[in-house]
């Protein structure tokens, strides 16, 4: 028993780097690896929550387990050049995010919102990794009742399915990527992606694609701008949603009123900040 | 081989909210009680604060607060034909995981089955004829309402319920559920205050002749202080309840209503990232001794206990008993056994309904924030003629305005494009959705059983789920909300969506965290798990508590009706178990 059990908890060792490269501190007190030091606090934070057998057991009697100053801190996209997509994933996402979510005076575009630097964040971090997914064998197809069936972290997914994209648009337009096509074939072609119609080599379908790939772009636009995307609450601000607000109780009878507030996200937003 | 710990009179298995039920009761019976936690302790400054809990990217789509499937899954297919895959993400329902288990990131919406869904085989066959069940394994719940309603009082004064009364001691009370059985006493705290959706959908309900009411929510309209204590604060309609903890200790939770008292007692032990892997028993299998568990190390302990709880969720539950070897597995082939069998769900559909002229604001919400009818619900209505029995709640509700998974468009309006930008700018604050919660009955093709190909991450078979909707429960969603679009359309809206609940059952979209069955309750241990006070038909000294009780699930919320049972067990270990030192509480 101890011995199965450790061998998963290794493959999850060699597999469990987060976005910085430190080992998941989860799996280092696992294997009492205590002469690695492991100091950050986003590794601490998916430790303490990461679900079963995560942190050290504790024992708790005549006590509330609580400790002061201690806060599970969302992990925020960090700065600086891409981490995960190479310069032709990235050329692909940009244009195709930008006809999900197109610019016009509506509000920002998807890639104006920041949502490439989303979803390379997203890539590079526990998401892309597979963190929340059950990834082990056998695999079989399935029917779509039985949802996700790839042996693939979304991570490799994008990977595998993005060079496969194009290498099915290079051949059905001259060689051209995807970024290089007019608008409305770029539109068809997503159009035949979300279908299923446009068939991929290799293992991945492209209605698996496109349904990850919505879903994600929707979270990129949507979600509290830390995490890279709706840069500037834009997205939010485009239909009215005001964000992490605390008390909304003073505008619960306020029926059909605009109600006063700024958007704001759980970081502030402009102006707000102390510097 | 096992380390052998000093002995407990009782091991909870599982810390959620009827683990904290049974604590908090049989402790202060004075009995010294270990609850086994598979995961991590967690608290509301620590882990959900305000000043960071308001994040749907993290807590919804990224899971945070749910079962992390890389370390536990089941295998799930829609018929016995099919080969079970496993569920590689979560979806359609969300377990929780950690200590208050999925009590941390409900809703707080609080049910009481009606005096019908008691006795439900019996009733619709006197009322509508045998042919009424056919094809259904529905049957009667070994007690009846009135027997349990000081049950359901318990739970509502821990959790400081807010509503309005429909019917006190038999007495109808204005802008109640007139449905609802006899209550002993009023909700604790006044009902919360509608905002603009709900208003016109209650409005609109009560021109066509039904009868709207004050969902009741575990969302305070007011500070409360419980019988133990603690101390829940106001309701800030910040709209982050369901999937999210309550950083303003408004949400009735185990953390916000029952651990704070629990811990300081010095008969409690609480013992994190301890997942247990078996109920182990004597050599005649009638006795159980305690429980095999496995901490965060990799350490195996036997864990000595005079009364052993399941107290996990209702698919660990029914996955522990089978691993044991406890009990009968049931045999679709054969229809005999009682263990994984009658598998329910809850039938799902909604109604969005978009106006031009009307500022909904849906990011005032609260998880139970809603006015809701039970004009179609159970055996409310007369089935004559439908078809099915069965029915739904149909609720005008704004849990929140979460805008990645809320944003909604009109019907015809594409998934993405110029047209989506325009018409999701438009419509977010135009709009909100109608929850249509029906029941789910019992076939023989819907179980849970031991899958014969994958295991788990400590190399046993994982839980294999096998269902789909019968025609009973796709008929009655059907009616029912064609039934709630006659009250959409009665708000004047500008338009509205309907999506009515399609086959095959899909793990895929969210629809609800309420799966039940699998541990039956009843009368006689021919056709079920447990006898009237939760205790194993075969071995006395175990008891179960949850969802897994329920023989199928009407068309409500299960929290406030499992909560009771367990209310109900406990009294009945309190009260009759000790003196009988043991011996079965109903004779087979």
């Known amino acids: 028993m101890r011995g199965s059990l450790a061998r998963r908890k290794w493959i999850d060792l060699m597999s469990a780097r987060d976005e910085h490269g430190a080992i998941d501190r989860r799996m280092l007190l696992a294997f009492g690896a205590s002469a690695v030091a492991v100091t950050a606090a986003a590794s601490d934070a998916i430790a303490r929550h990461d679900g079963m057998l995560a942190g050290p057991s504790e024992m708790v009697t005549n006590s509330l387990p609580w400790r002061e100053g201690a806060a599970d801190a969302p992990d925020a996209a960090s700065p600086g050049p891409l981490k995960f997509l190479t310069a032709a994933e990235a050329a692909f996402l940009t244009a195709a995010v930008d006809r999900l979510i197109p610019p016009d005076p509506t509000g920002p575009s998807a890639s104006e919102a920041g949502v490439v630097v989303f979803l390379d964040r997203q890539l590079a971090g526990a998401y892309g990794q597979g963190h929340h997914f059950y990834l082990e064998g056998p695999w079989s197809e399935g029917t779509e009742s039985q949802g996700y069936q790839s042996r693939f972290t979304p991570a490799q997914f994008y990977r595998h399915a993005v060079a496969a994209i194009e290498t099915a648009v290079g051949h059905a337009n001259r060689g051209k990527t995807f970024k290089d096509l ?53 997205a939010w601000e485009m239909i009215g949603f005001p964000g992490a607000h605390y008390d909304y109780s003073p505008w619960v009878k306020a029926h059909g009123q605009r109600v006063p507030v700024q958007t704001v996200g759980l970081r502030g937003r402009a102006g707000w900040s102390r510097s | 081989m096992a380390r052998t710990l000093k002995q407990v009179d009782v091991v909870l298995v599982g810390f959620g909210w009827t683990g904290a039920i049974m604590a908090q009761q049989l402790c202060d019976a004075g009995l010294n009680v270990l609850a086994l936690e598979r995961a991590a302790a967690q608290t509301t400054p620590e882990n959900f604060a305000t000043t960071f809990d308001q994040d749907e990217l993290r807590y919804m789509w990224r899971h945070h607060l749910f079962q992390n499937v890389k370390y536990s899954t089941l295998t799930f297919r829609n018929n016995t034909s099919q080969q079970a895959l496993p569920m590689r993400r979560l979806g359609s329902f969300l377990p929780g995981t950690a200590v208050g288990g999925a009590g941390v990131h409900w809703n707080g919406q609080i049910w009481r089955w ?11 066959e006197q009322r509508y004829g ?27 004064l821990v959790c400081g319920t807010s ?90 939770s185990p953390q916000t209503t029952l651990i704070p008292y629990i811990l300081t007692k010095p008969n409690f032990e609480l013992r994190t990232e301890s997942e247990v892997l078996k109920v182990e028993r004597t050599a005649d299998g009638k006795h159980a001794t305690g429980v095999t568990y496995v901490d965060s190390a990799g350490v195996e302990y036997f864990q000595p206990a005079s009364i ?60 139970a924030l809603a006015s809701v009818i039970d004009d179609y619900n159970g055996d409310n209505f007369d089935h004559s003629g439908l078809g099915f029995i069965g029915g739904s709640y149909v609720a005008g509700m704004v849990t929140g305005g979460r805008p990645i998974e809320m944003t909604r468009v009109p019907e015809g309006v594409p ?136 023989p ?30 043991g011996a079965p509480l109903v004779s087979a």
């Open chain 2, 308 to 367: 052993v709880v399941l107290t996990a969720y209702q698919l660990h539950n029914v996955h522990l008993l089978l691993l044991s070897g406890i009990g009968k597995p049931f045999d679709p082939a054969t229809g005999e056994g009682v263990v994984g069998k009658n598998y329910c769900y809850q039938t799902m559909s909604g109604i969005d309904v978009f106006f031009d002229d009307k500022l909904i604001n849906p990011f005032i919400g609260a998880g």
């Open chain 2, 130 to 156: 045998k042919t009424a069940t056919a094809g259904l394994t529905i049957q009667d719940m070994p007690m009846g309402y009135r027997e349990l309603e000081p049950h359901y009082n318990q739970f509502d």
């Open chain 2, 163 to 252: 509503g309005q009364a429909g019917n006190l001691g038999g007495a109808k009370q204005p802008g109640g559920n007139p449905f609802e059985g006899p209550r002993s006493a009023p909700y604790p705290t006044p009902p919360l205050t509608m905002t603009y959706a709900p208003t016109l959908f209650g409005a609109a309900a009560t021109g066509l002749g039904l009868h709207p009411f004050p969902h009741p929510a575990g969302n305070l309209s007011q500070p409360y202080t419980n019988p133990f204590g603690a101390q829940l604060g106001a309701c800030t309609y910040c709209g982050f309840c369901e999937k999210f903890g309550c950083g303003n200790y408004a949400k009735s």
């Open chain 1, 182 to 234: 007019d608008p409305a074939t770029q539109d068809t072609t997503l159009k035949r992606m979300e279908s299923g119609d446009l068939a991929l080599d290799g293992p991945i379908t492209s209605k698996a694609f496109f349904a990850m790939f919505l879903q994600n772009v929707l979270e990129g636009y949507f979600a509290d701008p830390l995490y890279g995307g709706n840069r500037g609450g834009k």
């Open chain 2, 415 to 550: 998934k993405w494009g110029l047209e989506w930008k325009k018409a999701a700018a438009k419509y977010y604050l135009r709009s909100f959705g109608i929850s249509v919660h029906g029941s789910s009955y019992a076939q023989a093709g819907n179980y849970l059983s031991l899958d014969p190909t994958y295991k788990d991450q400590f190399g046993r078979p994982m839980l294999r789920m096998t269902f789909d909707f019968p025609p009973n429960d796709l008929k009655m969603t059907d009616y029912v909300t064609d039934r709630a679009a006659e009250v959409a359309r009665a708000m004047s809206p500008s338009s509205i969506h309907i999506k009515k609940r399609q086959p095959p059952y899909s793990i895929v979209p969210y629809q609800t965290t309420h799966n039940v069955g699998g541990t039956m309750i009843g009368a006689t241990p021919a056709d079920s798990v447990v006898n009237r006070y939760s205790q194993s038909w075969d071995v006395p000294n175990l008891f179960v508590t949850g969802a897994g009780l329920f």
């Open chain 2, 552 to 581: 199928q699930n009407p068309g409500y919320n299960p929290t406030g009706t499992l909560a009771a049972l367990a209310y109900m067990s406990a009294e009945a270990i309190k009260n009759q178990y000790l003196k009988a030192q």
């Open chain 2, 114 to 124: 009606l005096e019908t869904d008691f006795k439900l085989k019996s009733h619709n």
